[in-house]
T-cell receptor
Framework: KQEVTQIPAALSVPEGENLVLNCSFTDSAIYNLQWFRQDPGKGLTSLLLIQSSQREQTSGRLNASLDKSSGRSTLYIAASQPGDSATYLC??????????FGEGTQLTVNP | GAGVSQTPSNKVTEKGKYVELRCDPISGHTALYWYRQSLGQGPEFLIYFQGTGAADDSGLPNDRFFAVRPEGSVSTLKIQRTERGDSAVYLCASPTPETQYFGPGTRLLVL
């Protein structure tokens, strides 16, 4: 059974800082891995998807890396802004297009 | 439609009652997923539809939970004899090969 751990559980930083969110998973037989953002009381928004054959993906100020063999992924956020405040969820995809989510990292970026 | 919609947005019920939660996926999407998210946790997989049939229902916690998708579009998640532990946000997702589009969820509270 896939288990996903995200560290840290919560993070509070001043505006402008670069930061790294960590995700580890136990079953390396994944098809891809996604990072999602969740705002309070809202659904999930997909940020980045990394295929199992890829090492990283970039979108704007976001960069996600994947080390499938070691079961790790990181999400790097450059020049953080207050609008980045949300919960970030990591979800590797295994057979049947099934996503397994971590508990998330709750990020607060202070002005 | 342009996105995934879920109704109702909030549902309060009493222990032992029956509830139905509805998901309208993105038009034309053949696959549909249900997830459950408890407070402070990541979403947990419940069931996956491909067309009208349940391709994987291994995430349903017990036989009080049932889901249907009779015409391959709208899906209804049904919970019988609700318990307080069923209180959570129930999320529906409509996937493409690139990502999964999530609805805003139904927040269920069982008193």
């Amino acid at each position: 059974k896939q288990e996903v751990t995200q560290i840290p559980a919560a993070l509070s930083v001043p505006e402008g800082e670069n930061l790294v969110l960590n995700c580890s998973f136990t079953d390396s037989a994944i098809y891809n891995l996604q990072w999602f953002r969740q705002d309070p009381g809202k659904g999930l928004t997909s940020l980045l998807l990394i295929q199992s054959s890829q090492r990283e993906q970039t979108s704007g100020r976001l960069n996600a890396s994947l080390d499938k063999s070691s079961g790790r992924s990181t999400l790097y956020i450059a020049a953080s802004q207050p609008g980045d405040s949300a919960t970030y969820l990591c979800a590797p995809e295994t057979s049947g297009s099934r996503l397994t989510f971590g508990e998330g990292t709750q990020l607060t970026v202070n002005p | 439609g342009a996105g995934v919609s879920q109704t109702p947005s909030n549902k309060v019920t009493e222990k032992g009652k029956y509830v139905e939660l509805r998901c309208d996926p993105i038009s034309g999407h053949t696959a549909l997923y249900w997830y459950r998210q408890s407070l402070g946790q990541g979403p947990e997989f419940l069931i996956y539809f491909q067309g009208t049939g349940a391709a994987d229902d291994s995430g349903l916690p017990n036989d009080r939970f049932f889901a249907v998708r009779p015409e391959g579009s709208v899906s209804t998640l049904k919970i019988q004899r609700t318990e307080r532990g069923d209180s959570a946000v129930y999320l529906c997702a409509s996937p493409t090969p690139e990502t999964q589009y999530f609805g805003p969820g139904t927040r269920l509270l069982v008193l």
